[in-house]
């Protein structure tokens, strides 16, 4: 089992940044994949980044690429999501979860088998 716990939200201006923080209960956190998604109001929950459990390899969305980075710290059980140049566009909940698929499963919801609880991030025009 897999617990992970996400903190880091709020509101921000345009322009903006935030980093937010998954941190997951359990030994293993080393051996999953760790990915990002987020959900706006009446939209689906869509693929925001990825990164594998081993070498560190990323994957971003288009629509945040060059401004979000994924990054974890093993010994730490913890995932990061830096979000910088922040757009109105960005505002959702956003989810951190946890899987043991690689490459494009991880674009995938359905690949996943531990979700936290959602942060809101919020980001005004």
């Known amino acids: 089992q897999v617990q992970l716990v996400e903190s880091g939200g709020g509101l921000v201006q345009a322009g903006g940044s935030l980093r937010l923080s998954c941190a997951a209960s359990?030994?293993?956190?080393?051996?999953?994949?760790m990915g990002w998604f987020r959900q706006a109001p009446g939209k689906e929950r869509e693929f925001v980044a990825a990164?594998?459990?081993?070498?560190?390899?990323?994957d971003y969305a288009d629509s945040v690429k060059g401004r979000f980075t994924i990054y974890r710290d093993n010994a730490k059980n913890t995932v990061y999501l830096q979000m910088n140049s922040l757009k109105p566009e960005d505002t959702a909940v956003y989810y951190c979860?946890?899987?043991?698929?690689?490459?494009?499963?991880?674009?995938?919801?359905?690949?996943?088998?531990?979700w936290g609880q959602g942060a809101q991030v919020t980001v005004s025009s």
């Open positions: 979860g946890a899987s043991v698929y690689v490459s494009d499963y991880l674009k995938s919801t359905a690949y996943y088998a531990y």
């Open positions: 359990g030994r293993t956190f080393s051996s999953y994949a």
């Open positions: 990164i594998s459990w081993s070498v560190g390899n990323t």
